[in-house]
T-cell receptor, first 113, second 112 residues
Framework: AQSVTQLDSQVPVFEEAPVELRCNYSSSVSVYLFWYVQYPNQGLQLLLKYLSGSTLVKGINGFEAEFNKSQTSFHLRKPSVHISDTAEYFCAVSDDRDDKIIFGKGTRLHILP | DGGITQSPKYLFRKEGQNVTLSCEQNLNHDAMYWYRQDPGQGLRLIYYSQIVNDFQKGDIAEGYSVSREKKESFPLTVTSAQKNPTAFYLC???????????FGPGTRLTVT
């Protein structure tokens, strides 16, 4: 079965510093990949998605992610974070073998002043 | 304005009572989903529906039931058989299975 691993449960980073949130998946077939953001007591909001085409995907709020098939990774990056980026971030994957999207357990991003 | 609505935002029930959570979407999406979220456990899929009058169990369906009588609506009933119902419940929809999902604001259910 496919799985998604978010290697860090929490990531502290200073304001205006760059950040990378890591995501690895296990599927060996064609995949669709997603990153979501969740602010406290709210639903999830789609940040970006990879369905096909360019491996560098740009999303909302200045985030981008790169699909790396050989490393089965889809890491999320932002060159300069803001206090408003404090939230939980979820990586998700779907593939041809299953009807469902599988979510990672999330990474909490803490922005330090 | 298209989107997904969940009501109510907060819900309190006594143990032994069934409770129904509402989810409505006006995105014209075929697929709808219910997830449960507990601290540190990410999202766990309860039920999903690909089309009207059809739905499938997810990973933690025991103690829950759903219906899909209309494309726009996918209510979730938390029954008294659910051992630990206190959680944050999220509804989502997507145009088709496997594509990006759009989430509602969630319902926080507390059972005492």
């Amino acid at each position: 079965a496919q799985s998604v691993t978010q290697l860090d449960s929490q990531v502290p980073v200073f304001e205006e510093a760059p950040v990378e949130l890591r995501c690895n998946y296990s599927s060996s077939v064609s995949v669709y990949l997603f990153w979501y953001v969740q602010y406290p007591n709210q639903g999830l909001q789609l940040l970006l998605k990879y369905l096909s085409g360019s491996t560098l995907v740009k999303g909302i709020n200045g985030f981008e992610a790169e699909f790396n098939k050989s490393q089965t990774s889809f890491h999320l990056r932002k060159p300069s974070v803001h206090i408003s980026d404090t939230a939980e971030y979820f990586c998700a994957v779907s593939d041809d073998r299953d009807d469902k999207i599988i979510f990672g357990k999330g990474t909490r991003l803490h922005i330090l002043p | 304005d298209g989107g997904i609505t969940q009501s109510p935002k907060y819900l309190f029930r006594k143990e032994g009572q069934n409770v129904t959570l509402s989810c409505e979407q006006n995105l014209n999406h075929d697929a709808m989903y219910w997830y449960r979220q507990d601290p540190g456990q990410g999202l766990r899929l309860i039920y999903y529906s690909q089309i009207v009058n059809d739905f499938q169990k997810g990973d933690i369906a025991e103690g829950y039931s759903v219906s899909r009588e209309k494309k726009e609506s996918f209510p979730l009933t938390v029954t008294s058989a659910q051992k630990n119902p206190t959680a944050f419940y999220l509804c989502a929809s997507s145009a088709k299975l496997k594509l990006e999902q759009y989430f509602g604001p969630g319902t926080r259910l507390t059972v005492t």
